[in-house]
């Protein structure tokens, strides 16, 4: 409670003001977003649906390949069976359900190029033509008695690896419908009349080729669809992995930004406090006494700015526009701000040559090359820190190498290098600064890196887009690949 009499107000009313007054002058303040549940679980979902949307789209590809050498080597049994062998067939309808199924091919090629995922029903009528196709083909020459009739089992084998079970059974009845039908009605063969009490030559060869083809092409195939799908999964892992990892910085959010209203109240009243002392007269003849007061009102100042930022960070304040600056003046302020914390810490800046580009002053970003200051001048006290900042406009990419003469990373640290609770500290609770960091420079469209330097000590270095960084109105290109899709979902 504020004591009677005092004329100290309380720290967060005219903050009150402020944003009233602000928000007069510039218009009705937004409402305070909030978090809807269907799209958070669409933001998780969105990383596991990329892997599947790979994998489908080379399983496609996968096909297409099959197709094409299924189509060429139909095109040179008929020319040789019908040639060299003698074997009459009807060249006109089998060329052109060939043809029929090459320009079948081609539209698959053209699908595979959209940016629509490849969906199961898609490469369910896809083995479904394939099988219409090999059985037409069939039809016109001997069907059941042709050896050529057993590839059927390199289409079930596909969908086996490629399909669901619903979908895999729909090609395996096709399939078995076909070889039944075939076995009823078809074009005979016409053979050589001296091979009528066994089976010629050419039939021998025909199945000992159909068993080549059949073992080659489920090999090849089958390993590289495996490929794809083993691929896929770690891509799954990955994005699983990522999507657990956002919804634990969303709850630490959560407990920052509650943690941030209930110190409000104790600093507000530590803050009334140290002014009605301030004016007391005991403590106002004391210098000694007053200037301790003058320090814990700068520290409460600096506890209140903590809070606020916190309070911005969550998303509670939306009142003032970004604020726009260079990217030279946006590292120099980094750097004194975080000497002002770390007095008597060193820090040497090398940053010549930078490009006058404007960027945006994100509070996040200047926690992340914050927090590894901070970890570097724990790991190395006493010592000159490095702050390396290099601009490649060829690569439009900003690098910023935080350098110290510390003892390195242990060989455990650098391999769960920005995992939570990894810390050489060895305090329950700590290492999460630079898990947090890893997230924050991947939201950007960028990468941490950490690694031991030859000449001693740590180097962890942040690379970034610079579109992640500039406004959007002064990005080059808006739709450029600048690092992950992330960097460009990101608004300003």
């Avoid at 490469?123 to 050896?147: E, H, I, K, R, W």
């Avoid at 039939?203 to 068993?211: A, D, I, K, N, R």
Wanted: aromatic share 6%; hydrophobic share 45%.
């Amino acid at each position: 409670m504020r004591p009677p009499g005092s004329r100290w107000r309380p720290w967060w009313r005219p903050l009150r003001v402020t944003c009233c007054s602000r928000s007069a002058a510039a218009g009705p303040v937004p409402e305070r977003p909030r978090l809807n549940p269907e799209l958070a679980a669409d933001a998780l979902t969105e990383p596991t649906a990329a892997p599947e949307s790979r994998a489908g789209r080379k399983n496609l590809r996968q096909l297409i390949e099959m197709r094409a050498l299924a189509v060429a080597g139909q095109l040179a049994t008929v020319l040789t069976v019908d040639g060299p062998l003698l074997i009459p067939l009807p060249k006109f309808e089998m060329l052109t359900l060939l043809a029929a199924l090459a320009l079948f091919n081609l539209l698959c090629l053209w699908r595979s190029r959209w940016p629509r995922p490849v969906s199961q029903a898609e490469l369910c009528v896809g083995l479904l033509v394939d099988v219409a196709a090999l059985t037409g083909q069939l039809y016109f020459s001997g069907g059941s008695d042709n050896p050529f009739i057993y590839l059927y089992v390199l289409q079930v084998a596909v969908a086996s690896v490629l399909l669901r079970p619903g979908a895999l059974w729909i090609v395996v009845v096709s399939a078995v419908a076909g070889f039944l039908a075939l076995t009823q009605w078809h074009r005979p063969l016409v053979l050589d009349p001296q091979f009528s009490g066994s089976l010629p030559p050419n039939y021998v060869g025909g199945l000992l080729l159909c068993f080549v083809l059949n073992v080659v092409l489920l090999s090849v195939f089958i390993v590289r669809i495996s490929r794809n799908l083993r691929q896929r999964d770690a891509e799954l892992a990955e994005a699983q992995q990522r999507a657990a990892e956002e919804v634990h910085i969303v709850r630490m959010g959560l407990l920052a930004s509650g943690a941030a209203h209930e110190l409000g109240t104790p600093l507000a009243t530590i803050s009334v406090i140290l002014g009605d002392w301030a004016h007391m007269a005991p403590f106002a003849a004391e210098p000694e006494l007053r200037e301790e007061i003058e320090e814990m009102q700068h520290q409460i100042l600096r506890c209140k700015a903590i809070v606020s930022g916190i309070l911005m960070s969550a998303g509670e304040m939306r009142g003032e526009a970004p604020r726009l600056t260079t990217l030279s003046a946006f590292i120099d302020g980094v750097a004194e701000h975080w000497r002002e914390r770390r007095r008597s810490a060193e820090l040497r800046v090398e940053c010549q040559g930078l490009p006058e580009l404007p960027v945006v002053s994100d509070s996040a970003l200047q926690q992340v090359i914050g927090n590894l200051l901070d970890n570097a001048a724990e790991a190395a006290p006493g010592t000159c820190l490095r702050l390396v900042v290099q601009c490649d406009e060829d690569e439009s990419q900003l690098s910023l190498a935080v350098l110290d003469d510390g003892p390195g990373f242990e060989p455990a640290m650098l391999a769960r290098f920005a995992t939570p609770y990894q810390s050489s500290k060895g305090q329950p609770g700590r290492g999460l600064g630079l898990f947090l960091s890893a997230n924050v420079a991947r939201t950007l469209g960028g990468r941490l890196e950490a690694r031991n330097r030859d000449e001693g000590g740590a180097a962890v270095t942040l690379t970034l887009p610079l579109a992640s960084l500039m406004p959007r109105q002064s990005r080059p290109h808006a739709s450029t690949v600048l690092g992950s899709p992330a960097a460009h979902r990101r608004g300003r």
